[in-house]
């Protein structure tokens, strides 16, 4: 049941069959970047909206969590998509593991947007993935990032993650016997 969208918004048949689908009046707020997320991995229907919304929106969220709440939102429509815990402690689980490996650096929108433009691409979201990613962006622009100054490069820090998660996967060169 796709139905008509703007860009960013839902139109209100659909937010209806959402809330049917979910049990509970699910705002256009929490639906908006649920369908953002979805509509870059797989096809979009009420059904799963609601699913995802009732997965990620089970406790009240911290107040760093309503700051960047559509990247929030995202990044646990990626994890649900992968099938991994997706609600809120989840989300700042995995942000806090990027964080332990790369320093308290950078604020949560950079890593936010790093990790939904991975999940959007279909890449695994491992603390290890995300980092990766961050020190790509860091090599080409300094290690003083800005959501502003890494969303032209997102696409080229994907691919780079992604040839960097290939050559691990190759298997080490076989010493001649002798």
Same mark, same amino acid.
């Given at each position: 049941?796709?139905t008509?969208r ?13 809330? $049917?689908?979910?049990?509970? /009046? ?13 509509r870059?991995?797989q096809?979009?229907?009420p ?9 990620? !929106? ?5 107040? /760093? ?18 099938? $991994? ?13 990027v964080?332990?490996?790369?320093g308290?650096?950078?604020p949560?929108?950079?890593?936010l ?5 991975l ?5 695994p ?7 990766d ?6 090599? /080409?622009?300094?290690?003083?990032l800005?959501?502003?100054?890494? !969303?032209?490069?997102l696409d080229?820090?994907? !691919? ?8 691990? $996967? ?6 001649p016997?002798?």
């Amino acid at each position: 049941m796709e139905t008509e969208r703007t860009e960013d918004r839902i139109d209100r048949t659909f937010l209806q069959a959402v809330r $049917k689908a979910a049990g509970f /009046r699910v705002s256009p707020r929490q639906a908006e970047p649920v369908v953002a997320a979805l509509r870059r991995r797989q096809p979009v229907t009420p059904e799963i909206v609601a699913r995802i919304v009732a997965a990620i !929106e089970q406790r009240e969220r911290s107040a /760093r969590q309503r700051r960047n709440a559509d990247l929030w939102r995202q990044l646990g429509t990626f994890l649900v998509l992968e099938g $991994k815990p997706a609600h809120l402690e989840a989300q700042r689980a995995l942000i806090g593991r990027v964080r332990r490996i790369l320093g308290e650096r950078h604020p949560d929108r950079v890593l936010l947007e790093v990790a939904v433009a991975l999940g959007a691409a279909g890449y695994p979201l491992e603390a290890r993935t995300i980092a990766d990613a961050v020190r790509w962006l860091e090599s /080409r622009l300094g290690h003083e990032l800005t959501a502003e100054a890494v !969303e032209p490069y997102l696409d080229q820090a994907v !691919e780079a993650v992604a040839t960097l998660a290939r050559s691990r $996967k190759r298997p080490p060169a076989r010493r001649p016997r002798r």
